[in-house]
């Protein structure tokens, strides 16, 4: 069974009782259409996952088993612990890739793209940064990492990842310095000038001290949050699919097809660009004002998402592939929805409409 499903109920808890924290000390960390979005894009990455682990787990079951060199004991301690070590390093350049070339930072976008910074921001995934990114890893199959070992030091990587993203957690000293903390992660999350491309570190910030990546928070320049061209939507689909229909479009306008590969691997701001200054003051978060009605519906139904996803991914293993693709497709579609009636879309209250006629009606042979 995912391991995240034990997961999920932990992360809720400890969202609400971040936001309750946050607001008993007189705090704004959180905004709702922006919170349920975020939740809404780990939704659809976990969902996507399902389909896509199948694929990237196998090619490393399969590398170990037919080109590993060595078959390293998964018995031994110092095994898993060389495996963790090993993992957040790869997980270093697999993340600055995700910055540093645009085929990456398309999928890769999406964790930045909330204006805010809170635990639910460390649940706002992508559904397609695992094509480019699980190559990197292979190299632990060939050295012969059991793929048991590879894939709990990879759950414990991730999970560790989720308590830096908060506010509410200050700079920590000597701790700072060596391992990944919500003070060194904000500035990674910031679109300050000083803050573009730093702090890529998994667990461990060292990574960033050695490779010239690191940068200290600032007493005096609060970080801004986001990406220096928002996102300025709450739909999960186009905010996975909307930076690849820009770079396309660049390859596809390029005079030769040396340039329109090259646009790929370029930087996200351009080759040979310079990064404009960007002066934080100026900053405005993308907010819509829907109506506390829309808000409170649109919480009750995220709930209900999350309870169904729950029991998609504890039990897909027995469905028909039919079936769990219709049911992947109509939690894509319940996710898409609930972010057309945050914006204020004119047609959303329609849409919504469809959807609950049409799941109601696909519910009723269950019934």
């Given at each position: 069974m995912n391991p995240i499903i034990y997961a999920?109920?932990?992360?809720?808890?400890?969202?609400?009782?971040?936001?309750?924290?946050?607001?008993?000390?007189?705090?704004?960390?959180?905004?709702?259409?922006?919170?349920?979005?975020?939740?809404?894009?780990?939704?659809?990455?976990?969902?996507?996952?399902?389909f896509v682990r199948v694929f990237t787990f196998g090619i490393y079951v399969y590398v170990f088993e037919n080109l590993r060199l060595y078959t390293l004991p998964q018995d031994q301690i110092w095994v898993w612990i060389a495996a963790l070590i090993a993992y957040d390093f790869?997980?270093?350049?697999?993340?600055?890739?995700?910055?540093?070339?645009?085929?990456?930072?398309?999928?890769h976008q999406v964790h930045h793209s909330s204006e805010w910074f809170n635990l639910s921001t460390a649940l706002r995934q992508t559904s397609t940064g695992a094509f480019l990114g699980f190559p990197f890893y292979l190299p632990m199959a060939i050295v012969g990492v059991p793929p048991v070992v590879f894939g709990t030091v990879a759950l414990i990587d991730l999970l560790y990842q989720y308590w830096v993203h908060t506010e509410l957690v200050r700079k920590l000293g000597w701790i700072d310095r060596v391992f990944v903390t919500p003070s060194n992660h904000r500035v990674h999350h910031g679109q300050n000038d000083y803050c573009i491309d730093r702090n890529y570190g998994g667990i461990f910030i060292i990574w960033d001290r050695l490779f010239g990546s690191y940068t200290e928070e600032r007493d005096d320049e609060p970080v801004m949050y986001g990406i220096r061209k928002p996102l300025a939507?709450?739909?999960?689909?186009?905010?996975?699919l909307n930076v690849y229909t820009d770079v396309l479009h660049k390859s596809l306008t390029a005079t030769t097809f040396g340039k329109a590969l090259r646009i790929w691997i370029d930087p996200p701001s351009g080759r040979g660009a310079t990064l404009a200054h960007l002066d934080p003051a100026t900053v405005q978060r993308y907010s819509p004002t829907p109506s506390s009605t829309i808000k409170n519906y649109v919480l009750l139904q995220y709930a209900l998402l999350a309870i169904a996803t729950l029991y998609f991914l504890a039990n897909q293993d027995d469905f028909a592939m039919t079936t769990t693709v219709l049911f992947a497709a109509a939690i894509a579609a319940t996710a898409v929805s609930l972010g057309w009636l945050l914006e204020g879309r004119s047609f959303s209250k329609h849409f919504e409409t469809a959807r609950l006629l049409t799941i109601g009606a696909a519910a009723l042979p269950l019934l």
């Open positions: 999920i109920p932990v992360f809720m808890i400890t969202i609400l009782l971040e936001a309750w924290v946050a607001r008993r000390r007189g705090l704004q960390v959180y905004d709702l259409p922006d919170a349920i979005t975020s939740l809404n894009f780990g939704t659809l990455s976990q969902v996507s996952g399902v790869i997980y270093y350049w697999v993340h600055r890739c995700g910055h540093e070339l645009n085929a990456m930072w398309a999928a939507s709450y739909n999960v689909v186009w905010g996975n």
